[in-house]
């Protein structure tokens, strides 16, 4: 599998020359500061590329092209943002980076509600604490209908949460939650967050399905003929929030997906963390069902907690995942299909130093670091013995 890195561009704490450290070889960017639903600058992409090319690597793969909200709620006049998309597309592809990573998640991108969950060996990872979420749903956000979306016993516990809870501890949380996370594509006040759930009152799992068969009818053919792929990664966490459908959270949802174009385009990004946090997703039969149509992997573990729709970030090699066994999987899916697979350490716990300075939330140099040497080893193991 080819190693590589997230990075977000010259303003990355993490530069590119310390990146080349790890190891790694390949890149994984994106033109971050170019607004949702715009045109990126093929001098700009050059650019980019050209700069990355210079330390010694390559870009690998766009994470990602942002899909534009009117895109998913079918907005009238969405197809225009659709073929700003594809535009994007070629002229990315005109410049050697042809895996693209999307995803399809309304509103929000991935979503946690602590940033530095204490560990008992003092590092710090991100957590999803589903009452703290169902508290900032209910009595932050003061959702229309939120109630319906919860049971008698998710309802008394997170009153009970919001009741110990002190103004800081809900600024923080609010923050957190809509102020957007590292990669996401928008970020909120309450009143825009509000707004933009309305815009999904009438869309539900199908319509929203339907909605994304019309925006890959639009970009598959383009993808097609520049020899791009497209890896949608899954929602993260892996279930409907706010009210709002989500459809790349299971099994049978990425089958699904796998059903709509036999176009050898249309393609997942495998994200262990995301589809780990549902008990009932098998990663290593899903690896194995979907092998030839994973054209990108985000490798990270996640540990489910007494409630299973709670979880945090582990290391690399544990939580609730076999994770040597979904690398086995993909390296037999690279041998079968002589296709190098880009793979990238995803997350990582604030560990040493990391501890001292600023890094984005999530992507630490030194966790990320150990997790890609586990994960190197697991993979060096593996193709020593032939597994």
Not at 31 to 46: F, S, T, Y
Not at 260 to 274: D, E, Q, R
Request: overall charge negative; charged content about 25%.
């Amino acid at each position: 599998m080819l190693e590589s890195w997230r990075w977000f561009g010259p303003k990355d704490p993490i530069p590119l020359a310390h990146i080349r450290q790890t190891g790694a070889k390949g890149i994984v960017t994106a033109l971050h500061e170019v607004p949702n639903g715009q045109d990126w600058p093929e001098e700009a992409i050059k650019a980019r590329r050209e700069l990355i090319e210079a330390a010694g690597l390559r870009w690998v793969v766009t994470e990602s092209i942002p899909v534009h909200e009117d895109i998913k709620t079918g907005a009238p006049g969405w197809e225009r943002y659709a073929q700003i998309w594809a535009e994007n597309l070629r002229r990315l592809a005109r410049q050697g980076i042809r895996n693209i990573c999307y995803n399809f998640m309304p509103v929000l991108d991935w979503t946690r509600t602590d940033l530095n969950y204490a560990l008992p060996d003092g590092a710090l990872a991100l957590r999803f604490d589903f009452t703290a979420y169902a508290a900032f749903d209910l009595f932050v956000l003061q959702r229309d209908g939120a109630q319906d979306s919860y049971t008698a016993q998710d309802l008394a516990a997170a009153e009970d949460w919001y009741a110990k809870a002190d103004q800081p501890m809900l600024d923080k949380l609010t923050r957190t939650i809509i102020a957007g996370l590292p990669g996401s594509e928008e970020s909120y006040t309450l009143d825009t967050f509000r707004a933009c759930l309305a815009a999904y009152d009438d869309r539900d799992h199908a319509s929203l399905r339907q909605q994304l068969a019309a925006f890959l009818e639009i970009v598959l053919p383009v993808a097609e003929a520049e020899g791009a792929k497209l890896s949608i990664h899954p929602d993260d966490p892996p279930m409907d929030l706010f009210g709002l459908p989500r459809i790349v959270s299971t099994q049978a949802d990425l089958e699904a997906i796998n059903a709509i174009s036999a176009s050898p385009a249309l393609g997942f990004t495998l994200c262990t963390g995301s589809l780990g946090a549902r008990s009932e997703n098998d990663l290593v039969a899903i690896a194995r069902r979907l092998g030839p149509r994973i054209h990108f992997a985000h490798l990270r573990a996640v540990k489910r907690e007494d409630d299973p729709r709670s979880f945090h970030e582990d290391m690399h090699l544990a939580g609730d995942l076999d994770m040597i066994g979904v690398v086995r999987e993909l390296m037999r899916v690279e041998r079968e299909t002589g296709v190098e697979i880009p793979m990238r350490p995803d997350h990582g716990h604030r560990i040493l130093s990391d501890l001292e300075r600023h890094s984005v939330p999530g992507y630490p140099a030194i966790g990320r670091l150990r997790g890609l040497a586990e994960l190197r080893g697991v993979m060096h193991t593996l193709s020593a013995v032939g597994i």
